[in-house]
């Protein structure tokens, strides 16, 4: 398993931005796809963004392509999710959650096996 700290969410104005970091230790870290989760109150936790290794590719939430941008750095075993043009229904906590073996489409929770303490993001309108 990879251990996973998330950082960087906070309180902002609609249409703003926010970068949120995932900071993962454990050596299968670079072989693992990443995601992005989000979770808000009273809702289901949902899918936001992914990312594989090797020949990157990326998938993202309808509701947030073209703002949100995910990505990563093997070497300092870390994920990124850069989130612009924040809107209030984007407030929930974030969660990092990491597939070291294949359990299904990186689109859905249960295809993960790590996932971080969750960090809250905030949109203000």
């Known amino acids: 398993q990879v251990q996973l700290v998330e950082s960087g969410g906070g309180l902002v104005q609609a249409g703003g931005s926010l970068s949120l970091s995932c900071a993962a230790s454990?050596?299968?870290?670079?072989?693992?796809?990443m995601g992005w989760f989000r979770q808000a109150p009273g809702k289901e936790r949902e899918f936001v963004a992914a990312?594989?290794?090797?020949?990157?590719?990326?998938r993202y939430a309808d509701s947030v392509k073209g703002r949100f941008t995910i990505s990563r750095d093997n070497a300092k075993n870390t994920v990124h999710l850069q989130m612009n043009s924040l809107k209030p229904e984007d407030t929930a906590v974030y969660y990092c959650?990491?597939?070291?073996?294949?359990?299904?489409?990186?689109?859905?929770?249960?295809?993960?096996?790590?996932w971080g303490q969750g960090t809250q993001v905030t949109v203000s309108s």
């Open positions: 454990g050596r299968t870290f670079s072989s693992a796809v």
């Open positions: 959650a990491a597939q070291t073996y294949y359990k299904g489409s990186p689109d859905t929770r249960d295809a993960y096996d790590s």
């Open positions: 990312i594989t290794f090797g020949l990157t590719r990326y």
